[in-house]
Nanobody, 114 residues
Framework: VQLQASGGGLVQPGGSLKLSCAAS????????MGWYRQAPGKQRELVAG???????NYADSVKGRFTISRDNAKNTVYLQMNTLKPDDTAVYLC?????????WGPGTLVTVSS
């Protein structure tokens, strides 16, 4: 499985961004897809995850602001991020989980700053 993320960038506090992550390769084996993030000097943390059937979970820090969705026909997972805060600044990494392995994308940088 190969993952390619896009959509990061610079945004002002209160703004919005939408991240995308497209999977290719052995995509039939993917169950869970999700987003993690890692800020400078901090541990990697889960942002949101979604199963093939559409069940979702979110970190408490992003509930009500971020929405994860998935288009199984396009093998793509999205992360709509609203009301962004400076604390959301991080490299966002896409994850795909199969029954045998976890696959990580290269990450996309999100910077929230005025």
């Amino acid at each position: 499985v190969q993952l390619q993320a896009s959509g990061g960038g610079l945004v002002q506090p209160g703004g919005s961004l939408k991240l995308s992550c497209a999977a290719s390769g052995s995509i039939f084996s993917i169950d869970i897809m999700g987003w993690y993030r890692q800020a400078p000097g901090k541990q990697r943390e889960l942002v949101a995850g979604i199963t093939f059937s559409g069940r979702t979970n979110y970190a408490d820090s992003v509930k009500g602001r971020f929405t994860i969705s998935r288009d199984n026909a396009k093998n793509t997972v999205y992360l709509q991020m609203n009301t962004l805060k400076p604390d959301d600044t991080a490299v966002y990494l896409c994850l795909a989980v199969t029954s045998t392995a976890n696959y990580w994308g290269p990450g996309t940088l999100v910077t929230v700053s005025s």
